[in-house]
Antibody, heavy 118, light 107 residues
Framework: EVQLVESGGGLVQPGGSLRLSCAASGFTFSIYAMNWVRQAPGKGLEWVSAISGSGGNTYYADSVKGRFTISRDNSKNTLYLQMNSLRAEDTAVYHC???????????WGQGTLVTVSA | DIQMTQSPSSLSASVGDRVTITCRASQGISSWLAWYQQKPEKAPKSLIYDASSLQSGVPSRFSGSGSGTDFTLTISSLQPEDFATYYCQQYNSYPLTFGGGTKVEIK
């Protein structure tokens, strides 16, 4: 059974940093691309970032480019999102998501809440 | 960036109704489109990929069609557990983009 469990969310001040983790199990982690997708309170889904199975290719939404860094440790079956220079508009539930085929998601984690507020 | 426009943004329907949601891309995306279902306070659930392929375990009352710029998600006979918000997403090119969502409510 595929499981994705996010952690690392919390309350942070504007300008601060946070690192999210996503522990994956139930599949061969290293061969699948992974995404981060967020959802602000009461809003729709927003794609944040993606990384290839090897970690060699990364992609970012314009809204986070230069501030967020996606990475993975295939030896630990873990996906990361390093978030720097956080803004109020980054407040959201952050989901990690496993990708099948080109880039469609087939499994989602439950998410971790990040709140950026003074 | 490719913009995804869903319509309607919300709809009211009864159990047993046939429901159709549309998604339009601002440029051609071949069949690189997925549909997701989300219930309140829950993670999204994947329904359809490659415009018309059903994810494993998804009931056959869900179907997807379309290619290029125009796509539809159809629920052939709405069930109580189908009341939720539905999102389309294109993965033809980065940045990946979602539609704004369609909320399906009970009439």
């Amino acid at each position: 059974e595929v499981q994705l469990v996010e952690s690392g969310g919390g309350l942070v001040q504007p300008g601060g940093s946070l690192r999210l983790s996503c522990a994956a199990s139930g599949f061969t982690f290293s061969i699948y691309a992974m995404n981060w997708v967020r959802q602000a309170p009461g809003k729709g889904l927003e794609w944040v970032s993606a990384i290839s199975g090897s970690g060699g290719n990364t992609y970012y939404a314009d809204s986070v480019k230069g501030r967020f860094t996606i990475s993975r440790d295939n030896s630990k079956n873990t996906l990361y999102l390093q978030m720097n220079s956080l803004r109020a508009e980054d407040t959201a539930v952050y989901h990690c998501a496993k990708v099948r085929g080109p880039a469609a998601v087939d499994y989602w984690g439950q998410g971790t809440l990040v709140t950026v507020s003074a | 960036d490719i913009q995804m426009t869903q319509s309607p943004s919300s709809l009211s329907a009864s159990v047993g109704d046939r429901v159709t949601i549309t998604c339009r891309a601002s440029q051609g995306i071949s069949s690189w489109l997925a549909w997701y279902q989300q219930k309140p306070e829950k993670a999204p659930k994947s329904l359809i990929y490659d415009a018309s392929s059903l994810q494993s375990g998804v009931p056959s009352r869900f179907s997807g069609s379309g290619s290029g710029t125009d796509f539809t998600l159809t629920i052939s006979s709405l069930q109580p557990e189908d009341f939720a918000t539905y999102y389309c997403q294109q993965y033809n090119s980065y940045p990946l983009t979602f539609g704004g969502g369609t909320k399906v409510e009970i009439k």
